[in-house]
């Protein structure tokens, strides 16, 4: 990695790929590990199976699949043979406002207006999309991976500031739980939670992630 410069390598060969190391496998799984280097095998740290593409696919269709699986390098297939490796700081390059640099920026807010001025930067970002003229199904199925995005971090943050201790699921209908979803829709959403004398609880749990997150928007 250190020779080339690069942040992952292969496991197998171009015909067979059998896994693949990450420096953040090396991380986590060795040194934070406290472990020796030279008594660890590659098979030992390495991730399999591996999520791939094919040349014929859209750098669209890489981006989702990143999202969606929260990994930032795919390898690229032709004929069932890896012919390359597509990396999140590809498309960083090509798309500065990339959705996948948006779905990272998601998952580092701290504060509600921090995700709030987020959400309204993802109308420029699909506009951008839209006007290169991609499938409209293609950037449905993206607003509806990154606004679960936008509702995991909300809850998230609604949880940690009111103290619900609780176990429930928070569940998506209607559009978004079709994978259907547009920018500015309806909500139609729910909590699912145990016992009945819990209600009041996630009541205010709703209210404060509703009030909280959609207070000063702006159309």
């Known amino acids: 990695m250190s020779e080339n410069d690069i942040s992952y390598c292969l496991v197998g060969n171009e015909n067979r790929l059998k896994g693949i190391v990450t420096d953040k496998d090396l991380?986590?799984?060795v040194l934070a590990q406290n472990l020796n280097p030279k008594d660890v095998y590659v098979k030992q740290i390495k991730?399999?199976?591996v999520e791939t593409l094919s040349e014929d696919n859209f750098v669209f269709e890489a981006v989702?699949?990143?999202?969606?699986?929260?990994?930032k390098r795919l390898p690229v297939l032709k004929d069932g043979k890896v012919i390359g490796v597509i990396e999140d700081r590809d498309i960083f390059i090509k798309q500065s406002k990339s959705i996948v640099h948006l779905a990272s920026q998601i998952d580092r807010a701290k504060e509600i207006n921090?995700?709030?001025e987020l959400y309204f930067s993802l109308e420029d970002t699909v506009f951008t999309?839209?006007?290169t003229g991609k499938d409209i199904e293609?950037?449905?199925k993206y607003i509806s991976e990154i606004n679960d995005r936008f509702m995991k971090k909300a809850v998230q943050m609604?949880?940690?500031e009111t103290g619900v201790d609780s176990n429930f699921v928070l569940m998506v209908l209607g559009s978004e739980g079709r994978k259907e979803q547009t920018i500015n829709t309806d909500i139609d959403n729910c909590i699912v939670y145990m016992k009945k004398d819990e209600k009041d609880e996630f009541l205010k749990l709703g209210e404060k992630n509703y009030t909280d997150f959609t207070e000063n928007?702006?159309?």
């Open 27 to 29: 991380k986590d799984k």
């Open 47 to 49: 991730s399999y199976p």
């Open 64 to 71: 989702l699949k990143m999202i969606q699986k929260n990994i």
């Open 114 to 116: 921090e995700l709030r």
């Open 129 to 131: 999309m839209f006007k």
């Open 138 to 140: 293609i950037l449905q």
């Open 158 to 160: 609604a949880v940690n």
């Open 217 to 219: 928007r702006v159309s």
